[in-house]
């Protein structure tokens, strides 16, 4: 078992509207980071937070935002979606010191 | 130019086969490498981790060249459970973080 949840598995969204993510942590990881894996790429980073804060981001517009609670579970927000946003998102845990560990992703359809 | 480069796939071989994957790496300051396995529609999952000594796990040799930037998967006596798509991952620690830089992954498909 992976230790770390996503949900929901699969949605389908209209371009122009919003979705929030979810990833609950592995127990013992206070840091958590987004990927955006789209068809035939490797996962591309979003960004990491570490201890509720925001410590590192990757190459992605202001619309994609996240947080990340007091019990180290995260969220990823994203407004004014686009079909280019259409893709895998991958939620990893960790300890900070390179291990991660991978929820099974949110499959994310734009329409 | 994209800071980990795989070789382009799919790789299609027989059971029993020997299959090698080839990547390289841009960022110097890449402090580890490792390679994942990603099963179709599923999360990537760590395979093994490369060091510069080489290492083994069962039929996987593993081995990493930081004077060339070079990374390299032996599989030796494909299985038809194999077949996966193989992803070569760095880790860089930039601006107070670890962040993994994933290649775009190479997939193998084992036949019969």
């Known amino acids: 078992e992976t230790g770390v949840t996503q949900s929901p598995t699969h949605l389908i969204k209209t371009r122009g509207q919003q979705v929030t993510l979810r990833c609950s942590s592995q127990?013992?990881?206070?840091?958590v980071s987004w990927y955006q894996q789209a068809l035939g790429q490797g996962p591309q980073f979003i960004f990491q937070y570490y201890r509720e804060e925001e410590n590192g981001r990757g190459n992605f517009p202001p619309r994609f935002s996240g947080l990340q609670f007091p019990n180290y579970s995260s969220e990823l927000n994203v407004n004014a979606l686009e079909l280019d946003d259409s893709a895998l998102y991958l939620c990893?845990?960790?300890?900070?010191?390179?291990?991660?560990?991978f929820g099974s992703g949110t499959r994310l359809t734009v329409v | 130019r994209k800071e980990v480069e795989q070789d382009p796939g799919p790789f299609n071989v027989p059971e029993g086969a020997t299959v090698a994957f080839n990547c390289t790496y841009s960022n110097s300051a890449s402090q580890s490498f490792f390679w994942y396995r990603q099963d179709c529609r599923k999360e990537p999952k760590l395979l093994m981790s490369?060091?510069?000594s080489g290492n083994e796990d069962g039929r996987f040799t593993a081995q990493l060249n930081r004077a060339s930037q070079y990374i390299s998967l032996l599989i030796r006596d494909s299985k038809l459970s194999d077949s996966a798509t193989y992803l070569c991952?760095?880790?860089?620690?930039?601006?107070?973080?670890?962040?993994?830089?994933f290649g775009a992954g190479t997939r193998l498909a084992v036949h019969p």
């Open positions: 490369v060091y510069s």
């Open positions: 991952v760095g880790l860089t620690f930039s601006g107070g973080y670890n962040k993994l830089i």
């Open positions: 127990s013992g990881h206070n840091t």
């Open positions: 990893a845990s960790g300890t900070g010191s390179g291990g991660y560990t």
